[in-house]
């Protein structure tokens, strides 16, 4: 089974509107750790926020904001006021506790964001 | 904030040598790398990590002999690619652990490179 899952490939969205990209996660670890990186057409990662899964609040950073909903297993990705420049690839991604501390992301397999003028 | 260089950026080369791709943190010591790979419009898929001064933990399917990881120092872990193929044309990115944390370990951030495109002809 994926562990992270997004379902939307693709997306088109109005300049100024906000969006929501979903994610869903499947762990049985009670402590684990989300994130969200948006990649642009030049490959690289960039970190946008990231939610614990003890966080009471949900994280905010800018005009990002996670919604995260603990019992549906869901941390999507809102993005006020879009602009231009948002489009990218946006992929969810976890961390879970049960390497020790050392262990790398699980990624889900992205959400193309295009934002029309 | 902390930063990771991936060099090259990009490298052609021909069936059946060998590619080096270096990641360095700049600015900060990481005793743990990441490397991953992407192929064209899908996910990142973790294939290994890096531990400094210790034998790298490969991801399930991932051949050992054929990536070979080198984390020699602090800074700098090294992924060749031997006696490459068509077929391991990839992007590949790597990520650092830097110990700047957002309240828990968990959290603490990834930072990526620029990543390198591999085109095996």
């Known amino acids: 089974a994926q562990k992270i899952t997004q379902t939307q490939p693709g997306m088109f969205v109005q300049e100024k509107e906000a969006v929501t990209l979903d994610c869903t996660y499947d762990?049985?670890?009670?402590?684990?750790?989300l994130f969200w990186y948006k990649q642009p057409s030049s490959g690289e990662m960039i970190f946008l926020i990231y939610q614990g899964s003890y966080d009471q609040q949900n994280a905010t950073e800018g005009r990002y904001s996670l919604n995260f909903q603990k019992a549906r297993k869901s941390a999507n990705l809102v993005i006020s006021a879009s602009q231009l420049g948002d489009s990218a690839m946006y992929f969810c991604?976890?961390?879970?506790?049960?390497?020790?501390?050392?262990?790398?992301?699980?990624f889900g397999k992205g959400t193309h964001l295009i934002i029309q003028p | 904030g902390a930063v990771v260089s991936q060099h090259p950026s990009w490298v052609i080369c021909k069936s059946g040598t060998s590619v080096k791709i270096e990641c360095r943190s700049l600015?900060?010591?990481?005793?743990?790398m990441f490397w991953y790979r992407q192929f064209p419009k899908q996910s990142l898929m973790l294939m290994a990590t890096s531990n400094e001064g210790s034998k790298a933990t490969y991801e399930q399917g991932v051949e050992k002999d054929k990536f070979l990881i080198n984390h020699a120092s602090l800074t700098l872990s090294t992924l060749t690619v031997t006696s490459a193929h068509p077929e391991d044309s990839s992007f590949y990115i790597c990520?650092?652990?830097?110990?700047?944390?957002?309240?828990?370990?968990?959290?603490?951030?990834?930072?990526f490179g620029s990543g390198t495109r591999l085109t095996v002809v």
């Open positions: 762990t049985s670890d009670p402590s684990y750790g």
């Open positions: 990520s650092a652990r830097d110990q700047e944390g957002q309240g828990d370990f968990l959290g603490y951030g990834y930072t």
């Open positions: 600015d900060f010591q990481a005793t743990t």
């Open positions: 991604a976890m961390r879970e506790n049960s390497g020790g501390g050392a262990d790398g992301l699980t």
